[in-house]
């Protein structure tokens, strides 16, 4: 328990350290208040648009688990193994290819956001935030 107060301890100084020293390199343009502003709703609609991704997605493979346990339940009871092990096969393809989707859907929509972000960004006239738009994918 100590090891891990003393790990997030230090893990929150190095944040600290990293946010003051991007404070420190920041253009004195980015610090006007309406520069703060706009970027910071640029920021709240990206991550608004982050969610709307993942609500769908968490919907969409909740659905897929649904459908593969229904798909699954159907097949055992399916007496000839032939069948059965076909049933199986197509009820675990069927979840693979909607997993799939649903992360390509995921992916594209975030790799949307991010690029609506950068351009809502510059033209509020601010510099790169230097966050990192790799963090959010699946």
């Not at 649904?66 to 197509?90: E, P, Q, V, Y």
């Not at 997993?99 to 601010?126: G, H, L, V």
Request: with cysteine; hydrophobic share 45%.
């Amino acid at each position: 328990m100590l090891k891990k107060i003393i790990g997030s301890v230090l893990v929150i100084s190095a944040l600290m350290v990293g946010l003051v020293a991007f404070a420190q390199n920041t253009p004195a343009g980015a610090n006007q208040p309406t520069t703060l502003a706009c970027v910071a709703s640029a920021v709240a609609a990206r991550e608004a648009a982050i969610q709307s991704a993942f609500g769908t997605f968490s919907t969409t493979m909740t659905s897929a688990f649904t459908k593969r346990a229904s798909d699954l339940a159907t097949a055992w009871t399916i007496a000839d193994k032939t069948t059965r092990n076909t049933a199986i096969k197509i009820a675990h393809t069927t979840f693979r290819a909607s997993k799939i989707e649903a992360r390509k859907t995921y992916n594209t929509a975030r790799q949307t956001a991010w690029q609506q972000f950068s351009a809502a960004r510059k033209a509020c006239k601010a510099p790169a935030t230097g966050e990192d738009n790799s963090v959010d994918a699946l």
